[in-house]
């Protein structure tokens, strides 16, 4: 927050662009690949796009994905600093760019826990959010 809070006072025409899925993505993930299922992870939702007005900022939040156009342009034409807050979804998971074996075995693992002590649904919406995330070819 006192690096918003610099740009604000100094009116730097700088844009931050917040990703928030409400969760502690980068921990959830560490804890499925070691086959642990995800706890204590999730964040109450905060409206990072109000906090940066009520900073004195141009604070703009996205929720759907055709609207990031407009919300960049609106920004980067401010003269002072803008946050674009990016919802996203907890569900989708910050995939690396070689997974290993472990990995994979942490992975189905902690959804093998998932599915046990909190039933598939869980499991499925996860797969779900993941799956169109997936490189082909």
Do not use: C, W
């Not at 070691?34 to 109000?50: E, I, S, T």
């Not at 703009?60 to 807050?85: C, M, N, W, Y």
């Not at 290993?100 to 499991?123: C, H, P, W, Y």
């Amino acid at each position: 927050m006192g690096e918003l809070l610099t740009l604000a006072t100094y009116n730097l025409p700088v844009t931050v662009v917040v990703f928030n899925n409400s969760t502690l993505g980068m921990v959830k993930l560490e804890m499925l690949v070691d086959g642990l299922p995800d706890f204590g992870v999730d964040v109450p939702q905060a409206n990072y796009a109000q906090i940066a007005t009520a900073m004195g900022m141009q604070g703009i939040r996205v929720e759907k994905p055709k609207d990031l156009e407009s919300a960049f342009t609106t920004a980067l034409a401010h003269q002072g600093p803008s946050v674009v807050e990016v919802i996203t979804d907890p569900n989708a998971l910050s995939i690396p760019p070689e997974i290993k074996k472990d990995q994979v075995f942490g992975f189905a693992t902690a959804m093998s826990r998932i599915v046990l002590n909190r039933g598939a649904g869980e499991a499925v919406s996860m797969a779900r959010s993941n799956l169109r995330n997936i490189p082909r070819g």
